[in-house]
């Protein structure tokens, strides 16, 4: 999607380049990057969270996301002395069957008693050591090398659950447990790799729907399972904009020592006696879709799971199922045991513009006016940040019903007059762009650019898909993704990293697909089978495979969430991966993968498209010190002590689809060992 995007980024180096050496054609500057910032004054620091540990347990370092170390090592201070410790390699292509293209290494280890565990693109799970990265076992579950063509190989991260009722040393004491993408739920004994053979059968449960697949990769799972008590609980991925009829996005639980399902839960309403079905009409009997791609949060207090549902099939149309569409785009709190619904809370009404909840919700305690509320805090795909009481699911940051466009909209389309919108702090990036804003490195890509906004629909969030075509921004990437949030609860800060990028989306008509796809060869279209139009999307980029929204088009971001206001915002990513002469400026790149905090006043993060692991001052954002990976970091960090050192350590395979530097490394930083 965003292949030729990064290609082009090094133009603006020649180009910038070229301008320093006297070339006339340049009229750009790009300024002083922390002019790209807005600063303020940090909170008060209050107590650091009691519930934090020096461990990282579970792939959003606890169950409820908050991606928050207590480890304290590594400070402000001596962060520049942080060196490699080790490097694992995953081997993940020694296959070559196995597609490096299909490929994001997206994973988070965890840390399971004495071994970090992780998950490699295809399923391989590897346990190694915390401090030297020495391989201690490996499970291959034989996921077929080519049953995914068109979808990308992941895996993000892996979950453990310890048998209270189980002896010591007895086999499966501790499970790990991994969703593939073959669609199959795993438990692996911790200690030996071997399968628990008491789960399912022998130590698997197939998850794919009764539905026939279109193809073997449609139905994947890719997030790590979350674990409430005794049970398991799992989301999906189904492969976007195919048909109408697809794939239930059910939720699945299942009790963790037997594989038996406990229960299921589906976002879309098939009951008739539910009343969230009049919110669908008839569409309830014939969409699919609304599932739960993303990470799963826990809190073990209420024993409730959060679910970040997606949008209905398919995403570019919604005329089939008219109405506000509820669950769907929805934070949903269910009772872990049963599955029983205790509140949801939707963030886009009918949603036609594929913003499904990308995020784990984050469960959060925040001090307001002295006193401690728990709250859940979503961030989204398109820029803004709800947050929400843990109880009711009620605002906690008031939200409003505000008129959205209307024009345009495809004939059979009934779009929600109104979506709703967090009063503060607003959106984090940009919802539109002005011709005469258009980006460009010379006069006519610039005059290409404008041109090209000029053509698209484009009033702004929510303009309706439409076959003059629409300018998306953000993008269908985000906005926010699915590196999700850190949070440091002493000083109110949610930390998220953001994209500025736009897409055109253009709605077909069913019977010119074909020679549409036949037309544009290299782009995306999509049938949406059943549905009246298809689509194609594509980065709203110049012929130079530059993006047409001016920079920078990668930020990290921090936000008191009690308040609603923006603290910082900075520039993330630069051009020195794809620089002649590695000249780094600082455009920000398009970034996927998230953010981690630590109780020394740190911020790590990777994400960003040109091969850097950095560390930012919590309190100001600014970089304190950096480092080139031999891959691109489409992953989120972890950290832990072990044996009286901290370690931090972050996945870098790449991402093939980004054409980003790829490879199969876990790296880990420590500070100087003591002589």
Not at 265 to 284: L, Q
């Amino acid at each position: 999607m965003l292949r030729m995007v990064l290609i082009g980024l090094a133009v603006v180096v020649i180009a910038i380049a070229g301008s320093l050496l006297g070339g006339s054609m340049i009229w750009w500057a790009m300024g002083t990057p922390d002019d790209l910032s807005i600063d303020g004054t940090a909170a008060a620091v209050a107590p650091a969270d009691p519930a934090a540990t020096e461990g990282w347990p579970a792939y959003g370092g606890d169950a409820g996301g908050s991606r928050y170390s207590a480890a304290n090592q590594i400070t402000r201070e001596n962060v520049g002395q942080l060196q490699v410790a080790w490097q694992y390699r995953t081997r993940a292509f020694e296959d070559p069957k196995r597609d490096i293209e299909d490929t994001a290494f997206e994973n988070t280890p965890i840390l399971v008693g004495d071994k970090l565990i992780l998950c490699s693109p295809f399923n391989d799970v590897i346990a190694i050591d915390p401090g030297t990265g020495a391989e201690k076992w490996r499970y291959d579950p034989g996921v077929a090398p080519d049953r995914n063509p068109g979808n990308q190989n992941i895996c993000r991260g892996v979950s453990q659950w310890t048998d209270a009722a189980a002896p010591d040393g007895a086999p499966c004491k501790t499970s790990i447990f991994m969703g593939t993408i073959d669609a199959r739920l795993l438990a692996i004994d911790a200690q030996t790799g071997q399968r628990c053979a008491a789960f399912g059968a022998n130590g698997e449960v197939g998850l794919a729907p009764e539905m026939k697949l279109v193809w073997p990769g449609e139905f994947q799972i890719t997030s790590a399972p979350a674990i409430v008590g005794d049970v398991v609980v799992v989301g999906s991925a189904i492969s976007d904009n195919n048909r109408v009829e697809a794939p239930h996005g059910a939720v699945t639980a299942l009790d963790a020592r037997t594989g038996d399902v406990v229960w299921v839960f589906d976002p879309v309403p098939r009951n008739v006696d539910d009343p969230a079905r009049a919110t669908w009409k008839d569409g309830a009997d014939r969409v699919g879709h609304a599932n739960v791609w993303s990470t799963i949060s826990v809190d073990h207090k209420r024993g409730w799971v959060f679910l970040p549902t997606s949008s209905p099939s398919p995403d570019f149309f919604g005329g089939l199922r008219p109405g506000d569409n509820k669950h769907a785009n929805s934070v949903v709190a269910l009772e872990g045991a049963t599955g029983k619904l205790i509140w949801s809370f939707q963030t886009v009404h009918h949603d036609v513009w594929d913003y499904d909840l990308p995020a784990q919700p984050g469960l959060y305690t925040l001090t307001i006016d002295g006193a401690q509320r728990e709250v859940v805090v979503q961030v989204t795909k398109t820029g803004l940040v709800f947050v929400l009481d843990r109880d009711t699911g009620e605002p906690v940051i008031p939200v409003e019903e505000r008129p959205v466009p209307q024009d345009g909209a495809a004939p059979g389309e009934v779009l929600s007059p109104t979506q709703p919108f967090p009063v503060r702090p607003g959106m984090l990036v940009p919802d539109r762009v002005n011709p005469d804003d258009a980006f460009g490195v010379t006069i006519f890509d610039k005059a290409e650019c404008a041109a090209k906004i000029r053509k698209l629909k484009a009033d702004g969030l929510y303009t309706p898909p439409t076959e003059q075509g629409t300018l998306f921004l953000p993008f269908t990437g985000g906005g926010a993704n699915w590196g999700s949030t850190a949070f440091d609860a002493s000083r109110n800060l949610v930390i998220v990293n953001v994209n500025n990028i736009a897409h055109e989306i253009r709605l077909i008509p069913a019977d010119q697909v074909q020679a549409v796809r036949e037309a544009l060869e290299d782009s995306e279209v999509a049938p949406q089978r059943g549905a009246p139009f298809g689509m194609t999307r594509a980065v709203l980029a110049s012929s130079l495979d530059l993006p047409c929204t001016p920079p920078p088009w990668g930020m990290l971001v921090a936000v008191d969430a009690a308040k609603g206001e923006i603290v910082w915002r900075k520039v993330l990513g630069d051009t020195r991966d794809l620089a002649p002469m590695g000249l780094a400026i600082k455009t920000g790149t398009p970034n996927l993968g998230g953010p981690i905090v630590t109780a020394g006043g740190l911020v790590f993060i990777g994400a960003s498209f040109d091969s850097q692991f950095r560390a930012f001052d919590i309190d100001t954002g600014k970089v304190l010190w950096s480092d080139t990976l031999p891959a691109s970091a489409q992953a989120t960090p972890m950290t832990y002590m072990w044996q009286g050192r901290q370690y931090v350590v972050i996945a870098n395979g790449g991402y093939g689809n980004f054409d980003s530097r790829m490879g199969d490394y876990v790296t880990a930083y420590a500070l100087p060992a003591s002589p």
